[in-house]
Nanobody
Framework: QVQLVESGGGLVQPGGSLRLSCAASGFTFSIYAMSWYRQAPGKERELVATISTTDSTNYPDSVKGRFTISRDNAKNTVYLQMNSPNLNDTAVYYC??????????WGRGTQVTVSS
């Protein structure tokens, strides 16, 4: 049974830091590209960060320089380090696993609220 379980969300102050984790099981983690997406109320889901099977990373301008994605294939886990979050980063954050053949899995999400 495939599972992606996000954790680490919560309330964080602007300018603080937070680390999200996504534990994967039920598939061969190392051969999947891993990504974090987010969805704020009333908005579409958007890509936050991607890490390939060879550890190449990609970020949109909105988070570049503030967020860092990493993966630990030995632990079947992907992380998102969020530094200097702002109010616009408030959203539900989802973990995604994608294989080039088209298979895609999603987690249920974890809420991140940036507020003073």
């Amino acid at each position: 049974q495939v599972q992606l379980v996000e954790s680490g969300g919560g309330l964080v102050q602007p300018g603080g830091s937070l680390r999200l984790s996504c534990a994967a099981s039920g598939f061969t983690f190392s051969i999947y590209a891993m990504s974090w997406y987010r969805q704020a109320p009333g908005k579409e889901r958007e890509l936050v960060a991607t890490i390939s099977t060879t550890d190449s990373t990609n970020y949109p301008d909105s988070v570049k320089g503030r967020f860092t994605i990493s993966r630990d294939n030995a632990k079947n886990t992907v992380y998102l380090q969020m530094n200097s979050p702002n109010l616009n980063d408030t959203a539900v954050y989802y973990c995604n696993a994608y294989h080039w053949r088209g298979t895609s899995y999603w987690g249920r999400g974890t809420q991140v609220t940036v507020s003073s």
